[in-house]
């Protein structure tokens, strides 16, 4: 019982790792704010994280539209 759930243990750990080191490469890159993954994950975010991944992106990107989950209520503007 013990290894099984050490196993569990050990993958959702290791998709953590994996899952936060894409999102934590999309906010910091500087090719584009529009990769679909990477707004997916960043869209799944607990608020205070989804909100400083997008004043990453916004300051990288000022002049371009956000993305989805960094818009604010007209939908044109960073939240």
């Known amino acids: ?11 959702i750990i290791a998709g953590v790792i994996f ?3 894409h999102w934590y490469s999309y906010v910091t890159n500087k090719t584009s ?7 997916e994950l960043n ?3 607990p608020a205070p994280i ?4 997008c004043d990453k992106l916004h300051a990288t990107f000022a002049n ?3 993305p989805k989950g960094c818009q604010a209520d007209d939908g044109k503007s960073w939240m």
């Open 50 to 53: 989804r909100k400083w991944g």
């Open 43 to 45: 869209s799944m975010m």
């Open 33 to 39: 704010p529009y990769d679909e993954s990477g707004i």
């Open 1 to 11: 019982m013990h290894r099984a759930a050490r196993t569990i243990l050990i993958v």
């Open 19 to 21: 899952f936060g080191q």
């Open 64 to 66: 371009a539209l956000p």
